[in-house]
């Protein structure tokens, strides 16, 4: 005999689908059990996608309980194909279910860091700036996995989903006449239940949570691109735009004017009673301390137009006078010319402009935007010492770099500055401790700080940790902004400092406002009368009732203040 007859006459191993049958056949009833509880697990999930929230805070068991129109619109469509579309059509469902999902999570994350839902349009950049911080809190190996996991789950989420309604798209198709009186009852028993407004639990028992957030986002790219064009025109326009240099910042000639943003520094720190008992009696510290120094504050409340992050939308919002509250704006106004605060400075000729960016680590062209002459990033304020999570140093290094390369050299003219601080940045783990002004040296000195300090694990998924360890963020942060003042300010000297936002929601909580702390503190009697009009309030801490301002404001009011004359440009 061949070899070849051999191989014929030898008995094939059976099919994976043969030795499933043969499995089924021996234990019928397993397999029944395993059959149902497919379809249950099945309808258990496509319905639990229909009815998700967008909002932890609406993650209760009853709005579990309702009856999804969209269900029963989608099996009496899959009853009426035959096998072949019916297929098609219930994948296809199924995997638009499944990237519904994805979005209502998208807008649960968003919701419980930045305040707002996700914008299917603008904010799929702001997913690689969650990757950068996860990379800089807790290392590029745990954010690589936190990348690939993401994807892998996504995927997952879709295909199951889609498998899900395949599946029961078939069992409709064997059941077909009780799947036709079934759809009909529970449409007949929605129906009558949105007429009579019934509820369960508070919540109404007809659903169709699933065609709502299909609106919902079909409402909000129609409007993000008509937003396009309309922000545009409105960029165009500049109150200010066409003054002649001679008539801006009349009342600040031969002083020194520094901008300060403090990372995160929100009504919160000042008013929430889980944060503030730490941070008011630093704020009234300081004002006594800066008052025995021959300064004096005023302090009230800006609108910010961002919340929890994105702090280079509050920067831009402060100083264009602009409301830039998504990344479209903030493209659309940096490429155009519109006057910012700092750059009115530069324009008069009559101060030199420095930006201080110990947060920027990659090029940035929006300098020339902001009117800034030089620039000193990351990497030019010869800082040798650790990162302390996403700040790549310390206020107070940062401070005395700017003293010793710029504020505390000879000069011709007087100096405008706008200065980033970093340490108040979430996780806010390790924070850095004080250390002599005498001693910082390279930054070398914070290194037994850093290792002695807590780590991101620790505080990150704790909300009384972190709402902790925010306040002696933004009491780090202050002190040393306000001691750079007491060491080495001068009778010249204008310091402008405020918050670019609120801390992340989980921090500030759920209802917290936008609102952030702003105030003016010199040594000259006069820059202050300057603004008595406003009626802010004296010292570092502004009153609960101080005036509210949107951020926007800001430049037109200060511009006023500070002897510039409008002359508009119109679009």
Known sequence: ????????????????????????????????????????????????????????????????????????????????????????????????????????????????????????????????????????????????????????????????????????????????????????????????????????????????????????????????????????????????????????????????????????????????????????????????????????????????????????????????????????????????DHLTLTKAFRRTGAWDTVGIMPGVQKGWPEAEWYGLDKVYDAFHLGYRGPKFSWSTMPDQYALEAFERLEHGRERDRPLMSEIILTSSHQPWAPIPELVDWEDLGDGSVFDAVQRAGRTSADVIADSTESRREYGRSIVYSVTSLTQWLERYGTDDTVLVFLGDHQPIARVSGPRASRDVPVSIVAKDPEVLERIDGWHWTEGLRPAQDAPVWRMSAFRDRFLTAYGSTPHPRRD
């Open 1 to 336: 005999m061949t070899a070849a007859a051999d191989q014929q006459s030898a008995p094939r191993a059976p099919s994976p689908r043969a030795r499933l049958a043969r499995l089924r056949a021996a234990h019928p009833r397993v397999a029944r059990g395993v059959r149902r509880g497919g379809h249950v697990l099945a309808a258990a999930l496509v319905v639990g996608a229909l009815l998700l929230p967008n909002t932890t805070d609406a993650l209760r068991p009853s709005r579990f309980t309702r009856i999804p129109a969209e269900a029963i619109i989608g099996a009496v469509v899959l009853l009426g194909l035959p096998r072949r579309p019916r297929i098609v059509v219930a994948a296809l469902y199924g995997a638009g279910l499944g990237a519904l999902t994805v979005l209502n999570l998208l807008d649960m994350g968003f919701t419980e860091y930045l305040g707002r839902r996700f914008n299917l349009v603008l904010d799929w950049g702001l997913l690689d700036d969650a990757r950068a911080y996860v990379e800089d809190s807790m290392g590029g190996t745990a954010a690589t996995a936190a990348t690939v996991g993401a994807v892998v789950l996504v995927l997952l989420l879709i295909l199951v989903t889609a498998l899900a309604t395949v599946r029961l798209s078939n069992l409709l198709d064997r059941h077909r006449s009780r799947a036709t009186r079934g759809a009909l009852i529970a449409g007949t028993v929605w129906i009558t239940c949105t007429a009579l407004g019934l509820q369960l639990a508070g919540v109404p028992v007809a659903s169709d949570r699933a065609a709502g957030a299909l609106r919902a986002q079909a409402r909000s790219v129609v409007n993000t691109l008509r937003d396009e064009a309309a922000f545009a025109r409105e960029a165009r326009a500049d109150t200010f735009g066409a003054t002649p240099p001679d008539q801006l910042l009349r009342g600040l000639r031969g002083k020194d004017v520094v901008f300060a943003f403090i990372e995160s520094y929100g009504r919160t720190a000042v008013e929430d009673p889980r944060v503030a008992p730490a941070v008011t009696p630093v704020l009234d510290a300081r004002t006594d301390a800066l008052e025995k120094a021959g300064y004096r504050a005023r302090s009230g409340w800006l609108t910010s137009a961002t919340f929890g992050g994105s702090s280079w939308l509050g920067h831009s919002t402060a100083l264009s006078g602009l409301w830039v509250d998504n990344q479209q704006r903030y493209r659309t106004v940096t490429a155009g």
